[in-house]
């Protein structure tokens, strides 16, 4: 990766030529939307409230479904290529046996990784969070591990007990990085319509707000596994960015911010880099917390 920032996953990501302009704009590492084996409609509008300080999302995982999306990801793979920009591809299913497929399905567009994401708070009453138990968590793993050439990130959730179980798991099952973290389960009240907001009523918090939540699942997930991880959520500036990795993540998602700032990667990328210079930091490495 030319630099440590990656499109996380679902925002700008929806089609191929979306994740090759991303690439072109500044990510060193593209993530294409969540997709399941079968397409999926989604939730009814509205599913996105975008607030200061943060978002509220029940976007619902709407997606054409796995065969659909190989297409969108080889005009990926084909544009990103160019740009020296890996693409991640996304996954989500119902079971474990559905990742699967779903994996072997995407690997025909011959994306640079997998990553699975288990921990969708916008699944409803037909999927679960296998992010939120440790042994089905690593079962997901172990299964797409078994029919996948390239590495494989479990994206996990800060809505746990205890997160650094749930890496641990996902790493002795052989998960080569981690994501952290998803979205938070929300909700917003339209007061004078004595409403929820969303059509979904619940939704997943993301942005600004998310930061201090995530930087504390990072930091503490970096200091019991060994597998590297994408530190995500909250990062809106160069600034989160270095918080990020200072707090033990190897790369940065960013997703949110996106909404926020017209060119938010080339410029985080910009205002990360300038600090580095301006405090006197030559490797990403580097960036780490005193002991
Ligand atoms: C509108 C929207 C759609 C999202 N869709 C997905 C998705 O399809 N798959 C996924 O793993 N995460 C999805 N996410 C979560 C993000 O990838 C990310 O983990 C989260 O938003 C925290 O990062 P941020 O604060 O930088 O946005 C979505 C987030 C938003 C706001």
């Keep these: 990766m030319g630099n440590p920032l990656v499109l996380a996953s679902g925002i700008w990501g929806t089609s191929g030529l979306l994740l090759v302009r991303a690439a072109k704009s500044g990510a060193g590492a593209v993530t294409s939307k969540s997709c399941s084996l079968q397409p999926r409609e989604g939730h009814k ?111 996990l959730t800060p809505n746990v007990t205890d997160i650094v179980e749930v890496a641990k798991a996902v790493e002795e099952a052989g998960a080569d990085g981690i994501v952290a973290i998803n979205t938070m389960p929300g909700m917003l009240i339209d007061a004078k319509a004595r409403r929820p907001i969303l059509s979904n009523r619940e939704g997943g918090l993301s942005g600004a707000a998310l930061k201090p939540i ?58 990360l880099f300038a600090f580095m210079k301006e405090n006197g930091y030559s490797k990403i490495s580097g960036l780490k917390l005193q002991e």
């Excluded at 509205?46 to 995982?61: E, F, S």
């Excluded at 991880?229 to 790369?251: K, Q």
């Design 45 to 155: 509008n509205p599913t996105i409230v975008l607030l200061d300080g943060y978002v509220l999302n029940a976007v619902g995982l709407s997606n054409p479904g796995a065969k659909t999306e190989v297409e969108e990801l080889a005009e990926a793979k084909k544009g990103c290529l160019k740009e020296g920009v890996p693409v991640i591809a996304s996954i989500f299913a119902r079971s474990v046996e559905e990742f699967a497929q779903a994996a072997q399905i995407v690997m025909e567009a011959k994306p640079d990784a997998i990553e699975l994401n288990m921990s969708c708070p916008n699944v409803g009453s037909e999927g679960r969070m296998f992010a939120c138990v440790s042994e089905d968590a690593a079962k997901v793993v172990v299964a797409v591990k078994n029919v996948c050439s390239v590495p494989v990130f479990a994206k």
């Design 214 to 271: 995530a930087l504390r699942a990072v930091y503490s997930v970096s200091r019991e596994v060994e597998i590297p991880i994408i530190g995500t959520g909250g990062v809106m500036s160069g600034l989160d960015a270095v918080e990020m990795l200072m707090a033990g993540a190897s790369a940065v998602g960013v997703g949110s911010a996106i909404s926020y700032r017209k060119n938010a990667l080339g410029e985080i990328r910009d205002e």
